[in-house]
C-alpha cells in the first residue's frame, strides 16, 4: 500500500490544518482573534518556523531588517529625522547580514508548500543579499517588482537621485514549484492589461497610522495586491517579521489565514488594535449588508 503523506499525487498537496499549526508551536500565542484564523506569537521567527510543520504554509511575506540604522539622517513630513530605528536594525557587518538571510530564509523555504511562493521588501542595503541567499538556497525567482513609492521624501543631502522605490522579490520554493498566479485578476485590475513589475502605489495612509507607526510600515494596497495575486481563499499566509502586522490585516480582510511573529511587544500591541479594527469594521458590513437584504425582501427589522 502506498503511504502518502503531502502528496496524494502529483499537483495535489495534502492540506494541513491552520488550528493543527498553531497547535504545534509550543509558543503560547500572543494574541488570536474571534474568528480563530489570525495569531500573533512574540518570539524569536527562527524558534517559531523551526517547529511549524514542513511544507505546511501557502504564502511567506517577508519585511526583514534592512540594518540600516547607522546615525544617518533622513526627511520626514518636512523636518530632518534620524534613520535609526533601534537595535534590530543596526547592521554586524556584511557577513553577518548574509548569514542570518540564509537562515530565516532557509527556515521559509522548508515550511512552504511544495507550490508556495515568498515575497520579501527590501532597499539596496539588504535586497542583493536577500537574492544572492535565494539563489544558493535554489529559490525559483518570479519576478523583482519595483514599488515606485509615489511623492518620497527629499534627498536631504542633494548628492544622491531621491530614493523613491523599494524592490520585492517573489520566488517559489524551488525550481521544481508549480507556483499560484492570479493572472485574471491582476490583468482585470489593470484595466484589463498585463500587469508589470513596476507598482506605483502610495506610502500608508494617514488612517493605517491611527494606532501609531511603524518604521517601515508598508501600504496595505501593497500587501493586498500580494496576497490577491499568489493565494486562495483560506491559503495560510505567514509574516515572519510582521511589525503592525500589515500582511495581517490584508490577510484577514481577504479571508486568509494568518501567523504573524515578532519580538517586540509595541509593535504586536499595534498589530491587535489594527486586527481588531478589522474585525469590528467587517461585522459592521455584514450587520449592514443583512439590513439592507432585509429591507429588500420587506422584513421588518
Known sequence: MLEYKNYIFPGFEMRHSYQKIIAKIPNEPFYTNKDNNCTLFKANCLDVMLVIPPRSIDM????????????????????????????????????????????????????????????????????????FAMQQLGFKILNDIAWFKINPPPNLSCRYFTHATETVLWAAKNKMSRHYFNYTLMRSMNNNKQMQSLWSITAPKP????????????????????ILASTRERDIVLDPFTGSSTTGVA???????????????????????????????????????????????????
Open 207 to 226: 488612517e493605517e497610522k491611527v494606532f501609531g507607526k511603524h518604521p517601515t510600515q508598508k501600504p496595505l494596497a501593497l500587501l493586498e495586491r500580494i
Open 60 to 131: 511567506i511575506f517577508a519585511d526583514p531588517p534592512y540594518f540600516l540604522s547607522n546615525g544617518g539622517m533622513s526627511c520626514h513630513a518636512g523636518r530632518r529625522v534620524s534613520v535609526n530605528k533601534g537595535d534590530w536594525d543596526k547592521s554586524k557587518g556584511i557577513e553577518e547580514t548574509h548569514k542570518f538571510n540564509l537562515e530565516w530564509l532557509k527556515k521559509c523555504q522548508d515550511i512552504l508548500t511544495d507550490n508556495g511562493t515568498i515575497w520579501v521588501s527590501g532597499t539596496s542595503h539588504v535586497i542583493y543579499s536577500i537574492g
Open 251 to 301: 490577510a484577514y480582510k481577504l479571508g486568509r489565514y494568518f501567523i504573524g511573529i515578532d519580538n517586540n511587544k509595541e509593535y504586536l500591541d499595534k498589530s491587535i488594535r489594527r486586527l481588531n479594527a478589522e474585525a469590528k469594521s467587517r461585522r459592521f458590513v455584514k450587520q449592514e449588508i443583512k439590513k439592507v437584504e432585509r429591507e429588500l425582501a420587506g422584513v421588518s427589522p
